[in-house]
């Protein structure tokens, strides 16, 4: 199993940026794929970016293309995500979450995630 904790949540103003980072630890981390997720109050948990293990395949939620950008550190074990030109919709639990193999078409399915973080808070204020 992996560990994960996210930080670098906090409150920011519309328009500001924050970067969050994910750090994994536990068993080999070979071949993970890691993803980040969001859930705002009362909605359920939503797709926002994911990274392959290489790190030099990306995907993301339509709603934060081109404001947000996941990118993996150079021993592979953290994740992070820099978000730019947040806006009040932003706003939400972010979370870190890890799975190996699975296909394409499920990369943004909660269910397809076994490892999760105790996710962090990110707010905007409007």
């Known amino acids: 199993q992996v560990q994960l904790a996210e930080s670098g949540g906090g409150l920011v103003p519309a328009g500001g940026s924050l970067k969050l980072s994910c750090v994994a630890s536990?068993?080999?981390?070979?071949?993970?794929?890691m993803s980040w997720f969001r859930q705002a109050p009362g909605k359920e948990r939503e797709f926002v970016a994911t990274i392959t293990w290489s790190g030099e395949i990306t995907s993301y939620a339509d709603s934060v293309k081109g404001r947000f950008t996941v990118s993996r550190g150079n021993t592979k074990n953290t994740v992070y995500l820099e978000m730019n030109s947040l806006k009040s919709e932003d706003t939400a639990v972010y979370y870190c979450?890890?799975?190996?193999?699975?296909?394409?078409?499920?990369?943004?399915?909660?269910?397809?995630?076994?490892?999760w973080g105790q996710g962090t808070q990110v707010t905007v204020s409007s």
């Open positions: 536990g068993r080999s981390l070979m071949g993970y794929r």
């Open positions: 979450a890890a799975r190996v193999g699975g296909t394409l078409d499920t990369v943004s399915s909660v269910s397809t995630y076994r490892d």
